[in-house]
């Protein structure tokens, strides 16, 4: 286990200048800012404080952070002595790292980790301000409006997006990996004529190609894989909301997390973690073996006619696991239909402003833009596009 605790106690958590628990992260800044003396200043690099940057090639078993201990269920209420003036404040852990004190009205922060999925190694701040991520999202639906649901269009406030906060798993792996199957090289083409009837031949045209069994065998490093780990947002399936939000606005540049601290999430939302690493083990297996199979392709070009891979295996030798807070703005829309509803989610990302998202169509507008004429190319290949788009969610 690799601890990233601050090892700070519970309640105040001070300007280091004027001893004020009023702070809060300024986007505008990139900085904890206190509200009393308008000092700014940040956490420190999240890697380098612990040692989180140790060469992968030597990574071996599994290596967990604090932060990333499987989730225990149980009582989230904290107490918290107030350091201030005595006074015990219970603070629901689940929904909230910070609370003010009733009696001195100081803020009171969980300083350290708690079993229950809601305090991270490491965390991301948002760097995209919430205009820049209104103007994303207002882009994202404009060029989606044709077809979009007359309602929805009708309902649209991109004001309305959140911050939030969301956890994810932060993955090193120390790999090697064996890929076994076969690959074709064309030898010849050529063209046949064959006679079908009396007065009619058409041509055929034929492949040769010669059949080899191969191998490739290698070392694979990887460095900072991300797999979001709330069940509600990383959700396989996507009969009742958009899923895999954060697979879809990555990727983020994890290496500038900063060490956790309850002052970045003021004014913010947060999902608790609830997906463990077993939970997780089998989609992380799945990305490794994918970077396998890109890593093995430059060594395969000679196989013209494609390859095969019938037994891949993957050893792990190491892993490196920690939990952090990365940031989205999240615009969130309940579509009503006959059948139900639907959650429809648009997410920017918070460091890049990369956006993604899905957004109800209206399907006799698809309809009356097809029949429209000389739309009917441009009208029919949007609706494919937008069949899949929906289907897969992101
Ligand atoms: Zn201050
Ligand atoms: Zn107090």
Request: net charge neutral; aromatic share 10%.
């Amino acid at each position: 286990m690799i601890d990233t605790d601050r090892g700070k106690k519970h309640g105040l958590d001070k300007c280091p200048r004027c001893g004020s628990s009023d702070i809060h992260y300024r986007v505008e800044s990139r900085a904890l800012v206190c509200s009393y003396c308008r000092h700014a200043w940040n956490e420190d690099n999240a890697e380098r404080a612990f040692r989180l940057d140790t060469p992968i090639q030597e990574l071996s078993g599994e290596n967990v952070a604090s932060g990333a201990q499987d989730v225990q269920a149980g009582d989230a209420m904290v107490t918290i002595k107030c350091q201030g003036c005595g006074a015990e404040v219970v603070v629901k852990s689940d929904e909230t790292l910070q609370a003010r004190c009733h009696w001195c009205r100081q803020v009171l922060s969980i300083n350290h980790q708690i079993p229950n999925g809601a305090v991270p190694d490491a965390v991301l701040p948002f760097t995209l301000t919430r205009e820049q991520a209104v103007e994303q999202i207002q882009g994202f639906v404009s060029s989606r409006r044709t077809f979009a649901n007359r309602a929805f269009v009708r309902e649209f406030v991109p004001e309305n997006v959140k911050g939030v906060y969301m956890p994810c798993m932060v993955v090193d792996g120390n790999l090697h990996t064996d890929l076994r199957g076969t690959g074709e090289i064309t030898t010849r083409t050529y063209t046949v004529q064959r006679r079908v009837s009396r007065d009619r031949t058409v041509s055929e045209r034929y492949w040769d190609a010669s059949v080899h069994e191969l191998g490739r065998s290698f070392d694979i490093l990887v460095d900072d894989l991300t797999a979001g780990s709330s069940r509600q947002y990383d959700r396989t399936d996507s009969s009742q909301a958009t899923n895999y939000i954060l697979d879809a606005v990555q990727p983020y540049d994890t290496r500038e997390a900063l060490v956790f601290n309850s002052n970045y999430l003021s004014g913010f939302t947060s999902e608790r973690r609830d997906l463990d690493i077993d939970d997780l083990d089998e989609r992380v297996e799945d990305k490794f073996l994918s970077i396998a199979r890109e890593k093995a392709r430059p060594t395969i070009a000679q196989y013209d006619r494609g390859v095969r891979w019938e037994r891949e295996g993957i050893a792990i030798r190491g892993t490196r696991w920690v939990t952090m807070y990365v940031p989205v703005w999240l615009y969130s829309y309940y579509h009503r239909t006959a059948k139900g509803s639907y959650v429809h989610y648009i997410a920017v990302n918070g460091r890049t402003g990369k956006t993604m998202g899905s957004v109800p169509v209206s399907h006799p507008r698809i309809f009356a833009l097809a029949c429209a004429g000389g739309a009917v190319a441009t009208a029919a290949s949007a609706v494919v596009g937008w069949g899949v788009f929906l289907s897969n969610g992101f």
